[in-house]
């Protein structure tokens, strides 16, 4: 039993069924230091004693001679019972046929009556449940060779066990993983990557194995624990990734966790694990957090994510994502004077109902499904730029969002070209922009793009400027025609002194570079004040209007002409 790491701390429960109340208490007097001892006075209370703990009996040892219910009529609805069928049953009787019947309705053992000295009891009903419990689960190799933690099969079979011992105990799922651990044992090799995971395991038994604690490496690097519920795994991650860290002298190895705490006991052994193993895939590659806590929250949000993958290609096909628009002003004239848009996109979903980019682009970015989503919206910008040109006599450069996954997509520039001659319209009428943070990743492999892209004729914007860390030096090296200050610094320009410097400094960029500065999230008419005396070319925002469904745009296109006429 020492496997377990629980020995002391959790005692097998016997059901002594006896109607005889000194035979009860000799009984019990043997027992119940070693087991945790319940006593029923028939076989219909025993019934009822089971029916409340199914699994919770390591034996039950069973009189034959009672009233209300007999042994023997207890033990055929036992063994016909599935769920109670498994625990095993040592009959207590004085006469032979007896003994004989009840072992063929299922009983495994007998204890003759009188009973003999205490020592044999107790090695009788310890070797019976010894058996079964082997029985139960020797079903192929028990432990990891490598870590001499538990295989899958054999640690789920124990989690149930422990269950059962006690169903009210409080414990938690933890999954942890190590972080690229792949790139450890290509670089330092396998043996080398062999020793960590052996070392992990070493700490994880120790730094957990005081309490209840059963550990598991279902495959690669990934460890199950099943541990009493505890506080402070922050502390503990810690010090395990520094541990390990100073073990392998390497800078730095980082173990994260998913743990789902008080698990429920009416789910599966495999749904407690997914649970803490979705928390702990949930912070893969982000290195401000070591842990993530399982919650309600995350798994609806996860099956939220999965819904929107799944409808992504209705929605196209469906033409459920819908193009808005908003205007960019010129401001440094007299009066404010249309120049261009920017595509924005919205999913109205049948049964979700409106959904905002902010809950979909970065999860679509995440998997690559963002270029379909792109590409439609290139196409429906070209589409509306060629109807307005054609019903309004109006041309209005539109700017479309290109994404990350965009650029190093080496069809870009075709597909765009075709984009355009589909709508025949020209190349410096769809503007690009492209986020600051993109440049920031990867600066001369963009820049190639960019080039090309240029040459073609387009304009790119670079957006979101100041939030991507850009040095001075990579922007001036990088080919860019407007410059788009990120909405943050607009919001807090009038708050504080920083924000306000901030977006002084680019504009003397935008000057500098010999191009135009778009502010975007200007909101008030003291925003565009200040904007203009900057020289700041160009304003999207709320001032001016939201993102509007292309029929209502119509009405800028329309008030712009008159102004102009
Ligand atoms: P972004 O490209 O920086 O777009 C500007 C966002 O600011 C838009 O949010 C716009 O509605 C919002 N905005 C503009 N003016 C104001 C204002 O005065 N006040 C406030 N509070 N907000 C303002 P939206 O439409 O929710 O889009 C969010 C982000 O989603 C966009 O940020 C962009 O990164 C992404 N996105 C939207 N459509 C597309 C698309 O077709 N493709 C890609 N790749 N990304 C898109
Ligand atoms: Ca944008
Ligand atoms: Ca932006």
Not at 46 to 68: F, N, W
Not at 151 to 160: K, L, W
Not at 178 to 203: C, S, T, W, Y
Not at 471 to 476: A, E, F, G, V
Request: proline letters at 4%; glycine letters at 6%.
């Amino acid at each position: 039993m020492s496997e377990f790491g629980f020995a002391n701390k959790l005692k097998r429960r016997i059901l002594i069924v006896e109607d005889e109340e000194i035979n009860r208490e000799i009984l019990g007097n043997m027992l119940s230091e070693h087991y945790d001892v319940s006593y029923a006075e028939n076989g219909q209370a025993a019934l009822d004693l089971l029916k409340e703990h199914k699994t919770g009996y390591s034996l039950i040892l069973l009189d034959l001679l009672m009233p209300v219910m007999s042994g023997e009529e207890f033990l055929a609805k036992l063994k016909a019972d599935e769920r109670c069928s498994s625990i095993p049953v040592i009959v207590m009787t004085a006469e032979i046929p007896a003994e004989v019947r009840s072992i063929k309705l299922g009983a495994d053992d007998f204890i003759p009556k009188p009973y003999d000295s205490p020592e044999v009891i107790l090695a009788r009903c310890e070797r019976i449940i010894q058996l079964y419990e082997d029985k139960s689960i020797i079903r192929s190799a028990e432990k990891d060779e490598l870590t001499e933690l538990f295989t899958r099969e054999f640690f789920q079979e124990y989690v149930r066990q422990i269950d059962s011992f006690d169903e009210s105990a409080s414990d938690d799922a933890v999954v942890l993983n190590i972080e690229h651990f792949h790139a450890i044992n290509e670089m330092f090799g396998r043996r080398v990557g062999d020793e960590i995971l052996k070392k992990m395991a070493d700490m994880l038994m120790q730094t957990f194995g005081n309490g209840m604690c059963i550990g598991c490496r279902p495959g690669d690097d990934y460890f199950y624990l099943y541990v009493d519920h505890r506080d402070g795994y922050e502390a503990i991650l810690t010090k395990l990734s520094e541990e390990l860290s100073s073990y392998a002298h390497m800078p730095r190895i980082r173990i994260r966790a998913g743990v789902y705490q008080n698990v429920d006991k009416h789910m599966s052994v495999d749904d407690r694990f997914d649970h803490a193993k979705f928390a702990c895939d949930g912070i893969r590659g982000d290195y401000t957090r070591q842990i993530n806590f399982y919650s309600k929250e995350l798994n609806d949000a996860d099956l939220y994510h999965e819904r929107l993958i799944n409808d992504i290609d209705d929605a196209i096909a469906h033409q459920d994502l819908i193009v808005y628009y908003q205007p960019k002003y010129g401001i440094q004239s007299d009066r404010p004077v249309l120049r261009s848009a920017e595509a924005l996109i919205r999913w109205k979903h049948p049964s979700l109902g409106m959904i905002s980019p902010g809950d979909f682009i970065p999860l679509f970015e995440s998997n690559g499904l963002i270029q379909k989503v792109d590409h439609y919206v290139w196409s429906q910008a070209a589409a509306q730029i060629r109807k307005w040109k054609d019903t309004l006599g109006f041309t209005l450069p539109v700017s479309v969002n290109v994404s990350r996954v965009d650029i190093y997509d080496p069809g870009l520039q075709d597909k765009l070209m075709k984009i355009l001659s589909e709508n025949d319209i020209s190349s410096k009428e769809l503007m690009l922009e492209i986020t600051e943070s993109a440049y920031a990743d990867d600066a001369k492999g963009l820049t190639e793009v960019v080039d090309e892209l240029r040459e073609c004729g387009f304009k790119i914007e670079m957006d979101d400027f100041g939030t991507g860390y850009s040095s001075l030096h990579m922007i001036t090296d990088i080919p860019i025609d407007v410059l788009k200050i990120d909405m943050g610094f607009i919001r807090k320009m009038h708050k504080d002194e920083k924000s306000l410097k901030l977006v002084e400094l680019v504009m003397d960029i935008a000057r500098f570079l010999k191009v135009p500065a778009v502010a975007e999230g200007v909101e008030d008419a003291s925003q565009v004040e200040t904007l203009k005396q900057m020289g700041c070319e160009l304003i999207q925002g709320y001032y001016f209007s939201k993102p509007v469904p292309p029929e209502e745009f119509e009405q800028f296109i329309i008030a712009e002409k008159e102004g102009t006429k």
